[in-house]
Each structure stands twice: as C-alpha cells, then as structure tokens.
C-alpha cells in the first residue's frame, strides 16, 4: 500500500470518529435542544472538524510542527469550505430529492472527505 493511499485510509478512520462525533451533536442540538437542522448540522461539523484536527495533526500526518493558531485556521478554514458543501448537498438532497435528513447528512459527508482529505495533503500539512 502507498503512504499516500495509508494516510488516506487513516484519514478515513479518523472520519469516522469525527462522523461519530458530528452526528452525536447534531442529533442532541436537533432533537433534544430544538435547534435549527442546519445550525445543528453546524454545530457537528465544527466539533467534528475540530478533533479531526488534533488527531489527524498527530496520526495520520504525524505533523511536528508546533501547535499553531495558523495551521488550525487553515485545518477550519478547510473545514467551513467543507461545511458549506456539506450543508448545500444536504439542502439539495433534501429539497430537491425528498432524502431524509440523516441519509442527505451521510451522503455529504462521503462528498466532504474527499474534499478534506485533498486539501489538508496538499495545504494543512504539506511539509
């Protein structure tokens, strides 16, 4: 296996804990808060994004670098790219195909990985 295609893959893994993770605050902000689906939707995301961060700095890139407000920015300003996709496949899904709403959430996360996982290799943590 390539090192490219095992970062890839861990990148994965660490996505699914993020997934995990998203999905658990979404669903508490949505159906237990009352908040908005989309700022719930939100809401996981950048919680998600955030402990993708530290364990995609330390395992999968094995990043020496400094913790540094600038390399976040970067990780998040990836990330709110991201969130914008994620939100308008899940609009899209649900407005223009009648998805329900977890299925349009699964469905943009698969699109938003791809998406993340480039941008971090080339510009997060391009060494």
Not at 82 to 92: A, D, P, Q, R, S
Request: proline residues 2%; charged residues 15%.
């Amino acid at each position: 296996m390539s090192e490219l295609a095992f970062k890839f893959l861990k990148f994965c893994v660490v996505g699914s804990v993020g997934m995990g993770i998203d999905f658990g605050i979404t669903f508490i902000a949505k159906e237990k808060i009352k908040i908005n689906k989309y700022i719930a939707n939100s809401l996981g995301f950048i919680f998600a994004a955030t402990s993708n961060y530290l364990f995609n700095k330390n395992w999968t890139f094995h990043d020496t670098q400094p913790y540094e407000i600038i390399q976040y920015s970067k990780y998040i300003g990836i990330a709110v790219i991201g969130l914008g996709l994620n939100n308008l496949i899940v609009y899209l899904l649900i407005n223009k195909r009648k998805t329900p709403f977890y299925w349009a959430k699964l469905v943009a996360i698969g699109v938003v990985v791809i998406w993340n996982f480039i941008a971090n290799y080339n510009f997060t943590f391009s060494n």
